[in-house]
T-cell receptor, first 114, second 110 residues
Framework: DAGVIQSPRHEVTEMGQEVTLRCKPI?????LFWYRQTMMRGLELLIY????????DSGMPEDRFSAKMPNASFSTLKIQPSEPRDSAVYFC????????????FGDGTRLSIL | KQEVTQIPAALSVPEGENLVLNCSFT??????LQWFRQDPGKGLTSLLL?????REQTSGRLNASLDKSSGRSTLYIAASQPGDSATYLC?????????FGAGTTVTVRA
């Protein structure tokens, strides 16, 4: 069974450009999470969805960040305009159920904003 | 706001030694506690999940305990191997969100 798939694996772009990160969760999972990992702040939850509906976006740092889940098999995290401080590894995770099942993580997208 | 602390930040042991990794959290009103492993350049792999009503979970050489009242969990890895070298992260779920510690980076020397 395929795990959580993220693309691209690496993204390097210039400040001010729009960045779109993509995630395909595990089939059958009803929760999807977006995290950001940096050396300074560790792993932080940005937003999560249940059955394609955003439930909690309190971790989204600024209005420059937006996330969508148009269907059960696809989600995007968009940054527009991007800034150097957005450089981080962004992870997508999915789970079946919220509190009694582990979250399964993708391999992440390493984002560098120049 | 939940604070999760992992001590030590790094650990180096010879092969065969048992590993003890510690995790503490500030708010005991949690749904569960999870231990993850992260290899360089990779995502997180779930190792063990302990529900708030449980005291421990075991999987092979791994055993994790949970003392909710004192806000502590310990991950034991028996008879360590070089393949156990990785960063281990503890995460607690409250308000249906995971809060992560900074991790303990383990090196097992052959």
């Amino acid at each position: 069974d395929a795990g959580v798939i993220q693309s691209p694996r690496h993204e390097v772009t210039e400040m001010g450009q729009e960045v779109t990160l993509r995630c395909k969760p595990i089939s059958g999972h009803d929760y999807l999470f977006w995290y950001r990992q940096t050396m300074m702040r560790g792993l932080e939850l940005l937003i999560y969805f249940n059955n394609n509906v955003p439930i909690d976006d309190s971790g989204m740092p600024e209005d420059r960040f937006s996330a969508k889940m148009p269907n059960a098999s696809f989600s995007t995290l968009k940054i527009q305009p991007s800034e150097p401080r957005d450089s981080a590894v962004y992870f997508c995770a999915s789970s079946y159920g919220r509190s009694n099942q582990p979250q399964h993580f993708g391999d992440g997208t390493r984002l560098s904003i120049l | 706001k939940q604070e999760v602390t992992q001590i030590p930040a790094a650990l180096s042991v010879p092969e065969g030694e048992n590993l003890v990794l510690n995790c503490s959290f500030t708010d005991s009103a949690i749904y569960n506690l999870q231990w993850f492993r992260q290899d360089p350049g990779k995502g997180l792999t779930s190792l063990l999940l302990i529900q708030s009503s449980q005291r421990e979970q075991t999987s092979g050489r791994l055993n994790a305990s949970l003392d909710k009242s004192s806000g502590r969990s310990t991950l034991y890895i028996a008879a360590s191997q070089p393949g156990d070298s990785a960063t281990y992260l503890c995460a607690v779920m409250d308000d249906y969100k995971l809060s992560f510690g900074a991790g303990t980076t383990v090196t097992v020397r052959a």
